[in-house]
């Protein structure tokens, strides 16, 4: 019975995922968990759940006011169902969510040639608020409908996108009902624009980029993308309340044609600066967008200020706790994490994220210059800003550097036979406070030891 298995993988998450530090799944015996399972499948069976039931939470991030939904803790039975039906659709619809590092590795391989081509296009848009747009119920009705055989998962996803309306941030079902939307407005624009010379189209999400050979104009690009919304997410038709529209503030256009001595488009974090010498001849420098330089640098604050006057009192002037958090943010962090029935290697960090930067730090003719000065000064600019008085471990040590860490690749390696040992680990924990050991004495797996060690240095895992 799928849907039986489906609730068995998604009781064992959601445990997981809810319990207190000292719970490990492995100490639950088998008997218990299937007696769990059987009762989340017979209260679905009677349908003894409410998917309406939404606690709405309003984030702050870099300025910025973000709306998400979520279930409480105590809403057990609706945490499990909704993994379900994420795993579901990812199933039934083939679901493929793009890879931002691969895109990124296209986009820089593609751009050199690019800006020697006689006529070009660069269009790069994004969906305004996006998951809190998109109508679940229409997307269901169709995209998803038809292709569920099976009666209990129709009926389970059906309830879903009634009583939940829109396809909400912080739901985990969202994130695959969007692409599935998404993915057919990526194949209808695709369409719309293969005669106007479409050499290179991707989108992560809410974010999309086109390349063109020739030129179309900017309000025409505008009226293709527009339309094709309209058609994808029904927001023309009747009884439907879909909001998807283009965030006009974050619309960037760059034409060859156009009489400029410099324009930005900003894409994945990245800054793509366009230049044109008198000559006409346009070349491109690369960097970090200045919205994350932005983001960053408050993040590199934050471990300070809670250093300076938290109201956790594990934080309040712990130097060591602090040492820690700025050489993980300086690094990148590998680590193995249960997937399904194995393990995928897992890659985090700031330098992780700007990978292909890498390549260039030494080519300062295609680098942005304020680029390399945030990556020299990020770390001792905070201190500065902050008013705390810079470490001296910071002082002519290159190893806190983010741009001596992205040049040499500096990685912390969780992984215990080629990286950290066990001892390894343990001695860090050890240096911020976590123990080895749980209260009643038994061992901590290594792999929970990571867990705990990256959550507190504000890594995450």
Known sequence: MPLFDDID????????????????????????????????????????????????????????KRLIKSYEEKQFVEQILCYCVKRILDRVSKVRYPNRNKICRSIFNILPAVVKMQDFVIARFDFKDFFNSV????????????????????????????QTNFAYAGLRPSNAIAEIAAREFDQKLKLRM?????????????????????????????????????????????????????NQSKFNYVSARDDFSQKDVAFLGYKFIFQKATSQKIQVCYGISDEKKEKYSKKIKKF????????????????????????????????????????????????????????????RQH?????????????????????????????????YQLLESMK???????????????????????????????KGGELKSYDRLVKEYLVKVKVGF
């Not at 300086?330 to 390549?359: D, T």
């Not at 066990?422 to 050991?437: D, M, N, P, Q, Y």
Request: net charge positive; with cysteine; glycine share 4%.
């Open 9 to 64: 993988r998604a009781t064992r998450y959601v445990l997981k995922q809810n319990a207190e530090k000292e719970y490990t799944e492995e100490r639950m015996e088998d008997s218990v968990l299937s007696k769990i399972v059987q009762n989340v499948f017979e209260k679905f069976c009677r349908h003894d759940f409410d998917f309406s039931k939404l606690e709405t939470l309003v984030l702050s991030q870099n300025g910025k």
């Open 135 to 162: 109508n679940s119920r229409y997307v269901f009705e169709e995209y998803i409908k038809k292709r569920l055989t099976d009666r209990q998962e129709l009926e389970l996803i059906e309830n879903y996108v009634t």
């Open 194 to 246: 293969d005669d106007k010379g479409l050499i290179f189209y991707e989108r992560y999400i809410d974010d999309g980029l086109m390349i063109l050979n020739q030129f179309v104009s900017e309000e025409e690009l505008k009226r293709t993308l527009n339309s094709v919304i309209s058609e994808v997410f029904g927001n023309t038709k009747n009884n439907v309340r879909n909001h998807v529209k283009l």
């Open 304 to 363: 300070i200020r809670a250093y300076q006057s938290s109201k956790i009192p594990d934080e309040k002037n712990n130097s060591v706790l602090l040492r820690h958090r700025i050489l993980n943010f300086a690094r990148r962090q590998v680590y193995l994490a249960k997937h399904y029935n194995g393990l995928i290697w897992k890659v985090k960090g700031f330098i992780s994220n700007y990978g292909e930067l890498r390549y260039l730090l030494d080519d």
């Open 367 to 399: 680098i942005e210059q304020s680029t390399i000065k945030f990556l020299e000064n990020a770390i001792i600019d905070a201190f500065n800003d902050c008013g705390c008085k810079v470490p001296p471990y910071l002082k002519g040590n290159k190893k």
């Open 408 to 438: 040499r690749n500096r990685t912390m390696l969780f992984v215990e036979e080629i990286g950290h040992s066990r001892t390894g680990l343990v001695k860090l924990c050890k240096e911020i406070g976590i123990e080895a050991s749980c």
